[in-house]
Nanobody, 122 residues
Framework: QVQLVESGGGLVQPGGSLRLSCAAS????????MGWYRQAPGNQRELVAT???????NYADSVKGRFTISRDGAKNTVYLQVNSLKPEDTAVYYC????????????????WGQGTLVTVSS
């Protein structure tokens, strides 16, 4: 069973930056894609960015050029560097991963973290 723990959220002024981290722990065989999603009040959860185990990245159009996702395979950790923040970036940011277990090493299931709040306000 893998657990995801996010950190790094907080209150930041418009134009500011934060670095979000998500560490995977527990017992698992493999983690494939990891990513970040966000959910603003009254909105549905939406994709922010993903990174595969090979390092391929994908971004939502709204964050391209401002956010950077990276991954440390040795630490089973994914990061999201968020720059040039806007008030509309205010949301709970959730870490996401597709992991497999030792008993079913090639069957992946989706796991979510608890979320970390990012508030962009002056």
């Amino acid at each position: 069973q893998v657990q995801l723990v996010e950190s790094g959220g907080g209150l930041v002024q418009p134009g500011g930056s934060l670095r979000l981290s998500c560490a995977a722990s527990g017992s698992f065989f493999s983690i494939r894609t990891m990513g970040w999603y966000r959910q603003a009040p009254g909105n549905q959860r939406e994709l922010v960015a993903t990174v595969t185990s090979a390092g391929s990245t994908n971004y939502a159009d709204s964050v391209k050029g401002r956010f950077t996702i990276s991954r440390d395979g040795a630490k089973n950790t994914v990061y999201l560097q968020v720059n040039s923040l806007k008030p509309e970036d205010t949301a709970v940011y959730y870490c996401n991963a597709w992991s497999s277990s030792w008993s079913k090493p090639y069957q992946y299931r989706e796991v979510w973290g608890q979320g970390t709040l990012v508030t962009v306000s002056s």
